[in-house]
T-cell receptor, first 110, second 111 residues
Framework: GQQLNQSPQSMFIQEGEDVSMNCTSS?????WLWYKQDPGEGPVLLIA?????ELTSNGRLTAQFGITRKDSFLNISASIPSDVGIYFC??????????FGTGTRLTVIP | DSGVTQTPKHLITATGQRVTLRCSPR?????VYWYQQSLDQGLQFLIQ???????AKGNILERFSAQQFPDLHSELNLSSLELGDSALYFC??????????FGPGTRLTVL
C-alpha cells in the first residue's frame, strides 16, 4: 500500500513558538487531510485539501497541498499547551479509504 | 464529539475468543470505515461499507469480518483472537468521501 512519511517524528517546543511538520509520499494523492489525535481518543479532522497548491487555514493552523501532489505540510502558529498530541497526515486517491502517515508527536512546554 | 459512536470502549478477552465491535455512524452518513491502530502506530485501513455493501478492503485478516445493517450501523467481528490483535479499533463515517469523522474507538486487549 501507499507509504506516507511524516517528519519530524516528534517535536518539543516552547509555548508560543510556531510549528512546522510535513508529509511525503511516493504516490500521488487527490486529497490530503490533517488529523490530530489525543491519547486514547479518535483522530479529529483539522484541515482538508483538495487541489494541488491549495493553501488552507483553520485558526492558527495552515496547511498546503504540494504542487507535485506527493506532499503536504502543516503549520501551527503561536502554539499553546492544548496543541499537544499526535498529528497525522492522510492521503486519499479515490472515494474510499485514507492512507495515514506515521504521525508527528508534538509536546508543548509551558 | 464527532457524532460517531462506538461500543464498547474497552474490551478484554482471551486468545482464541471472538468479539464484536459496534459502530453507529453520524446521522445521514452512508459510508462506514474500520481502522486498526496498534500501539504508537498509524491507522491501518481494514474495510469500508457503503449503504450496506462492502466497498473497499484493506489489510483485513481472514479472521476478521464486518457488516453494515439497514439502519447503517456496522459491526466488526474478530475471531480466533491472537495477542497481536490487541489494538485500538476505530470506526469512521462520511458523507463526503474524503472527510471521514472518527469515533472514540474500542480498545481491545487480548490476554
Amino acid at each position: 500500500g501507499q507509504q506516507l512519511n511524516q517528519s519530524p517524528q516528534s517535536m518539543f517546543i516552547q509555548e508560543g513558538e510556531d510549528v512546522s511538520m510535513n508529509c511525503t509520499s511516493s504516490s500521488i494523492f487527490n486529497t490530503w487531510l490533517w488529523y490530530k489525535q489525543d491519547p486514547g481518543e479518535g483522530p479529529v479532522l483539522l484541515i482538508a485539501l483538495y487541489k494541488a497548491g491549495e493553501l488552507t487555514s483553520n485558526g492558527r493552523l495552515t496547511a498546503q497541498f504540494g504542487i507535485t501532489r506527493k506532499d503536504s505540510f502543516l503549520n501551527i502558529s503561536a502554539s499553546i499547551p492544548s496543541d499537544v498530541g499526535i498529528y497525522f497526515c492522510a492521503g486519499q486517491t479515490g472515494a474510499n479509504n485514507l492512507f495515514f502517515g506515521t504521525g508527528t508527536r508534538l509536546t508543548v512546554i509551558p | 464529539d464527532s457524532g460517531v459512536t462506538q461500543t464498547p470502549k474497552h474490551l478484554i478477552t482471551a486468545t482464541g475468543q471472538r468479539v464484536t465491535l459496534r459502530c453507529s455512524p453520524r446521522s445521514g452518513d452512508l459510508s462506514v470505515y474500520w481502522y486498526q491502530q496498534s500501539l504508537d502506530q498509524g491507522l491501518q485501513f481494514l474495510i469500508q461499507y457503503y449503504n450496506g455493501e462492502e466497498r473497499a478492503k484493506g489489510n483485513i485478516l481472514e479472521r476478521f469480518s464486518a457488516q453494515q445493517f439497514p439502519d447503517l450501523h456496522s459491526e466488526l467481528n474478530l475471531s480466533s483472537l491472537e495477542l497481536g490483535d490487541s489494538a485500538l479499533y476505530f470506526c469512521a463515517s462520511s458523507v463526503v468521501p474524503n472527510e471521514q469523522f472518527f469515533g472514540p474507538g474500542t480498545r481491545l486487549t487480548v490476554l
